[in-house]
């Protein structure tokens, strides 16, 4: 977990704040991103908080603006602040290959037995399907991802529970274009990675 002051330092920071120029409290960081977003319409997307505080630091009252927090734990502490909470159900096996089947957005030639065994090793994870079935770019997306689930197992794919969509990205990660390889670096220099 990446502790809020230092979320607050690295985001404020991207937004253009000289490192020096930074309030010293995490309150005074967070009134100052909240300053920075006081006449503009944001859509700030919290991705597996696990605090309330760490949702409460990058609380903004622009009007027109939206803070969605997702988080693999019940946060009760988020209603008092006006959030709603939308539960989330994992997607069945069906819903998965479909998932898969539509992020590759083409028929690919992977078997069933194949896109059983990606669903089970990416678990519940939406983005880990996606990130996975991204590989259906390659001339033999089926062929690949079996020689691949072959040559290194289910580990290959396997989900960090820490880190739950690190291998499928970093498996996509291999066969991007350089300036979407930079792009994907750039994502890996936000303080919530």
């Not at 691949?148 to 529970?161: K, S, T, Y």
Request: with cysteine; proline share 7%; aromatic share 6%.
């Amino acid at each position: 977990m990446v502790p809020v002051g230092e979320a607050l330092n690295g985001t404020l920071q991207k937004l253009g704040e000289a490192p020096g120029d930074l309030p010293a409290t995490v309150a005074d960081r967070s009134d100052l991103l909240r300053g920075l977003f006081a006449d503009k319409r944001v859509f700030l997307l919290l991705n597996d908080a696990v605090t309330v505080a760490q949702v409460n630091a990058f609380l903004i009252n622009s009007a027109g603006s939206v803070v969605v927090a997702t988080s693999r734990d019940e946060l009760p502490g988020l209603r008092r602040l006006g959030f709603t909470r939308v539960r989330v159900r994992p997607p069945d096996d069906e819903h998965s290959v479909a998932l898969l089947d539509a992020s590759a957005g083409r028929a690919w030639d992977c078997d069933a037995q194949t896109k059983a065994h990606l669903i089970a090793v990416c678990g519940v994870y939406p983005l880990a399907l996606h990130a996975v079935a991204s590989l259906a770019e390659e001339p033999s997306p089926g062929w690949l991802i079996k020689r691949r689930l072959e040559r290194g197992g289910l580990a290959l794919f396997q989900v960090d529970e820490e880190k739950p969509v690190r291998g499928p990205l970093d498996l996509v990660y291999e066969n991007l274009p350089a300036d979407a390889a930079e792009a994907y670096r750039m994502l890996a220099l936000h303080p919530g990675t």
